[in-house]
């Protein structure tokens, strides 16, 4: 059994930066790749970035690539989510999922375990 907590919930303006962290509980938790998922209101759940177990291969959505990066610290159970250069479409409610399918990391049926999430608000 994994439970995850995200924080790092922001409001900031366009161009500005925010770490979002996503702490676990869980013996397991290291033999499981992480993804970091978003929800604009009316949009479905999108791919944003994601992580292997082991924290030497990730990936990331075209709309993010170079703007976000995601890593892992093992010694404390987090994964984390920098993000810069935000702009108003990144605005969203951002989950972080733990699962093992990571040939599937795309899709939110892969991940077995969610966070609550935690609200990102850019302006213009």
């Known amino acids: 059994q994994v439970q995850l907590v995200e924080s790092g919930e922001g409001s900031v303006q366009a161009g500005g930066s925010l770490t979002l962290s996503c702490v676990a509980s869980?013996?397991?938790?290291?033999?499981?790749?992480v993804g970091w998922f978003r929800q604009a209101p009316g949009k479905e759940r999108e791919f944003v970035a994601a992580?292997?177990?082991?924290?030497?291969?990730?990936d990331y959505a075209d709309s993010v690539k170079a703007r976000f990066t995601i890593s892992r610290d093992g010694a404390v159970n987090t994964v984390y989510l920098q993000m810069y250069s935000l702009k108003p479409e990144d605005t969203a409610v951002y989950y972080c999922g733990a699962g093992r399918a990571w040939l599937l990391r795309y899709a939110a049926t892969t991940y077995a375990y969610w966070g609550q999430g935690t609200q990102v608000t850019v302006s213009s």
């Open positions: 992580i292997n177990w082991s924290g030497d291969v990730t």
């Open positions: 869980g013996r397991t938790f290291s033999t499981y790749a």
